[in-house]
């Protein structure tokens, strides 16, 4: 591997770490199981390993997964919360007792063993035995409080029970993890299906989920339990043990890992691995691995910690429970998009609690790269999805004659929901480019089905009770053909919807129809943003909608928008200028006469672009670049877009952009730099935008302010080498609030 490689397949991984972060800490709705996770976490480490030149302190591999979402109050950790590091190997795990040995300069030292439950990490703080808050673990140092919820949760106890003349801490912070049951999962999932929404993944996602709900009567509606198993700041300490904790937890009468091993070492604890693993599936939560700690507080002191994570602890993790069975055919579905897409029809098999019959393909390539075929044995694994994922095929065990799959020929070279054209698509797959097909007709049923599911989803317009099921109804009885059509269909129209068959209906019912009624109008106040993303406008997703939706004040302004004109322009001018430049590779100047004109003319396009630059497209970020400017001038220029536009204005909808006209930093550009005290990166950029000021990323002499906080860093300096006023977040809210 080149340096370049190295340096390009680091970036790529700490991207592609970076939106699984996202998507299982913020978002609770992971892609990839836990061991993809870690694999790619793993190569990142490795690679950094050997090119310590491509290091950086923010890499995935040196944070903790950041839970913080936007809505709540932050608020710091007395103590910082780890994370740790893990591990699927014995033999890492007898390197880690290793290290350990040396550093303590023994050999059976006391270790404890207890399940790794699968949650989510919380911090209690009780002050003289009462419960005073609770933090979610967030970026380590300060997380978001969730105190309101956590008083929704049955299982906590809201005071620490006394022990006769038992000193109690003044102060304690108390950590575990917030889970949901089974059981409740299921009971829950159940509701959902009834009322046609989307179904929740797993247990542990709905319980992330659930705690950051910013609704707590929804919470307390839904069951969540916690336990507890580690300890914060103490003062004064109580305990000098894992294993003391243990026993005090319980004493204090709060709910505890139903068993913990007390070993001397590793032989010990690897045995204890053993006997967890073969008990846990009996646990009222869910565990995925075993957490090996120094018992004694004084040698994990000794043995200190990294910034992520203690030196004294390690989890080792179990592989998740697969299942073996047939394959009996792959069947193609059709996306809102119209993306082909393949999917295992499996022999029912029981897995992790419920019974599989279906697995997600992804694509041809991958068919292709894990060699699977229609007969095969396949190994199937659940990962972060309803839908389980497809280890491995035996090709040894396949049945003679089991042919290659191909995907055109098993379509008949045509969309298997409409009978419409397909074409071949180039997409970014592992390993490289690889080729999707897609159905070419918009109003194809399955791709209508699709952007209604998706125009109800939960970030888009939230109008609850659209889910797959009724949404294909409503398009198969011709009722929806653009999702706005929705506000068409009569309330007596939703409710007798049969969900079911001719001979065993199903009726949608008077009650779910009278939500999406009611939700379907709550959705005509909502902003642009929303309705920019729920449109399923090509390349258009949260970021640009948002983008989108502050600089401009309605619909048809972005259907005409003269900013996203600009961006095409400033495109167009950028390209001419580089094959101008009197050295372009390309097309170099050959006379000296040819070269003072060709300089003569980049530098007016400099200036033309300059001058988009500080006019119209001042502010605007990279990433609104000319690839979804061109997507959403030409969407709003065709047939879909015409059509879209004309229903909303006859319902008289007109979504309102975020525009500000003017205030109180109209004509001011701000950079940001380290953590503020309590206002959230967002929350500060999104003060500055509501008062008609700029956020920009690098600090110039035209920077109005940087608004600095705690580990600033470069920009600081630069702001101060500049002579730019540097302000904090006292003095920033002093400007904003007035
Ligand atoms: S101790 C300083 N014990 O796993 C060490 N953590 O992957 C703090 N977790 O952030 C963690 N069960 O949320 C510990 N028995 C257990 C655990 C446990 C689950 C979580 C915890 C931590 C994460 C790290």
Not at 429 to 457: H, I, M
């Amino acid at each position: 591997m080149t340096p370049a490689e190295a340096q390009q397949r680091i970036a790529a991984l700490r991207t592609e770490l970076g939106r699984h972060d996202e998507l299982y800490h913020r978002r609770a709705q992971p892609e990839i199981s836990d061991f993809e996770y870690d694999r790619l976490k793993q190569e990142l480490a490795t690679l950094e390993g050997a090119w310590p030149q491509f290091a950086s302190a923010d890499s995935p591999t040196q944070r903790v997964g950041d839970d913080r979402v936007q809505g709540f109050k932050e608020v710091a950790h007395r103590q910082r919360m780890m994370s740790l590091d893990n591990t699927y190997s014995e033999t890492e795990l007898r390197a880690f007792h290793a290290r350990l040995a040396r550093l303590l300069e023994a050999e059976d030292f006391a270790y404890t063993v207890e399940p790794k439950i699968d949650g989510l990490a919380v911090s209690l703080t009780y002050e003289d035995g009462k419960f005073v808050r609770a933090v979610t673990r967030g970026r380590g140092d300060r997380g978001d409080d969730v105190t309101a919820n956590m008083r929704a949760v049955p299982s906590l106890p809201l005071e620490l029970a006394r022990q006769g003349k038992r000193v109690m801490p003044k102060v304690v912070e108390i950590r575990g993890e917030i889970f949901m049951t089974q059981a409740e999962f299921e009971r829950l999932n159940a509701e959902r299906a009834a009322a046609g929404e989307e179904l929740y993944a797993n247990p542990r996602n709905t319980a992330a989920g659930t705690i950051k709900l910013l609704d707590a009567a929804e919470v307390s509606r839904r069951r969540l339990e916690i336990v507890l198993y580690s300890l914060g700041h103490c003062e004064p300490q109580v305990v000098q043990s894992q294993s003391e904790l243990h026993d005090q937890l319980k004493a204090w009468k709060l709910p505890v890992v139903e068993k913990i091993w007390h070993v001397r070492g590793i032989d010990a604890a690897w045995a204890a691995i053993g006997e967890l693993d073969a008990l846990r599936r009996g646990f009222a939560y869910g565990t995925d691995g075993a957490v090996v700690k120094l018992d004694r507080f004084e040698d994990q002191r000794t043995a200190g910690a990294t910034e992520k994570a203690p030196r004294w602890a390690i989890a080792y993790k179990y592989k998740a429970d697969t299942a073996r069975t047939r394959l009996k055919a792959i069947t193609i579905q059709v996306g809102k998009t119209g993306v082909l897409s393949p999917v295992a029809e499996l022999e029912p098999v029981f897995l992790s609690l419920s019974t599989i019959s279906r697995a997600t393909l992804h694509n041809e390539e991958e068919i292709r790269r894990k060699d699977i075929r229609v007969g095969d044995l396949l190994e199937i694994e659940r990962a972060g999805e309803v839908i389980p994922a497809v280890l491995r095929s035996f090709p040894e065990e396949r049945p003679r004659g089991a042919k290659e799959f191909d995907l055109h020929a098993a379509v008949g070279g045509k969309c298997p929901v409409c009978g419409g054209k397909i074409a071949r698509l180039e997409v970014a797959a592992e390993g490289g480019q690889g080729v999707a097909w897609k159905c070419q007709n918009y109003d194809c049923p399955a791709q209508r089905t699709g952007r209604l599911v998706f125009f109800c989803s939960r970030r888009a317009l939230a109008i609850d009770g659209v889910g797959d099921i009724v949404a294909a109804k409503l398009v198969e009885l011709d009722l929806v053909k653009d999702p706005p059509d929705l506000y068409d269909v009569p309330l007596e129209t939703l409710a007798t919807l049969n969900l079911g068959t001719a001979e065993e209906p199903r009726v949608f019912g008077e009650k779910n129809a009278t939500k999406v009624v009611a939700a379907r109008e709550a959705a005509r106040a909502l902003p642009l943003e929303k309705w920019l993303y729920g449109l399923s406008i090509p390349d258009v997703g949260e970021t640009t909608a948002r983008e989108l939706g502050r600089r401009h004040r309605n619909l048809p302004e972005v259907a005409s928008s003269t900013l996203l004109r600009a961006v095409l322009e400033k495109a167009r001018l950028a390209e001419q200028r580089e094959l101008e430049a009197p050295a372009s590779r390309k097309n170099p100047a050959k006379t000296d006469e040819e070269k003072a004109r060709r300089k003569e003319l980049c530098a007016r396009l400099d200036a033309e672009i300059a001058a988009l630059d500080a006019g119209v497209l001042a502010g605007v970020p990279a990433d609104l670049g000319p690839a979804v400017a061109a997507s959403v001038i030409d969407f709003f220029a065709g047939k879909p877009g015409e059509r879209l536009l004309a229903k909303l204005g006859k319902l008289g909808i007109d979504p309102a952009g975020t525009v500000v006209e003017a205030g109180v930093f109209t004509g001011k550009t701000f950079v940001l730099t380290g953590t503020l005290p309590t206002l959230k990166r967002e929350e500060a950029e999104q003060k500055i935008l509501a008062a008609g000021g700029k956020v920009s990323g690098s600090v110039s002499k035209k920077t109005s302010y940087v608004l600095a906080g705690e580990e600033a860093g470069s920009k600081l300096e630069k702001a101060q080498a500049l002579g730019v006023p540097v302000i904090d977040e006292a003095e920033f809210r002093r400007m904003v609030d007035g």
